[in-house]
Nanobody
C-alpha cells in the first residue's frame, strides 16, 4: 500500500504559477501510474493530468494543455504538477492519485481506476 501527501497549494493571482508536489511513502512509486485530479465546490472531481509509471508518457485535460506540466522523480518518489498562467476557474482542491500499473508507458485517466488518494491541497486563483 502507498500513502500520498500533497503540498504546494495556496493563493495566487491570475496569471501566476504554482508547483504542487505529491510524495509517496510505503512503497516505491515507480510501480504506480499517477495523476492529479481537482474538484471545485459543487462540481465533480475531474482529471487534470496523468503520467505513466516510467514517466515517459503523460496526458492532460484540454483545459490545462499548454499551461500545466506533470512530471515525476522516481528516486524521490514524488510527482509534480507545474501550473502556469493560472486562471480563476482553476480554483479547486487538487488531489494526487496512484494506482498499480503493469504498463511502463500507459497513462490512466479515469478516476475510478485509481486506488490511492492524497488528502488534497487547496489552490485559489484570484482575479
Amino acid at each position: 500500500q502507498v500513502q500520498l501527501v500533497e503540498s504546494g497549494g495556496g493563493l495566487v493571482q491570475a496569471g501566476g504559477s504554482l508547483r504542487l508536489s505529491c510524495t509517496a511513502t510505503g512503497r516505491t512509486s515507480s510501480t504506480y501510474a499517477m495523476a492529479w485530479f481537482r474538484q471545485a465546490p459543487g462540481k465533480e472531481r475531474e482529471f487534470v493530468g496523468g503520467i505513466s509509471r516510467s514517466g515517459m508518457s503523460s496526458s492532460y485535460a484540454d483545459f490545462v494543455k499548454g499551461r500545466f506540466t506533470i512530471s515525476r522523480d522516481n528516486i524521490k518518489n514524488t510527482v509534480y504538477l507545474q501550473m502556469n498562467s493560472l486562471k480563476p476557474e482553476d480554483t479547486a482542491v487538487y488531489s494526487c492519485a496512484a494506482t498499480e500499473s503493469t504498463f511502463f508507458s500507459r497513462v490512466i485517466v479515469r478516476v475510478n481506476d485509481y486506488h490511492y488518494w492524497g488528502q488534497g491541497t487547496q489552490v485559489t486563483v484570484s482575479s
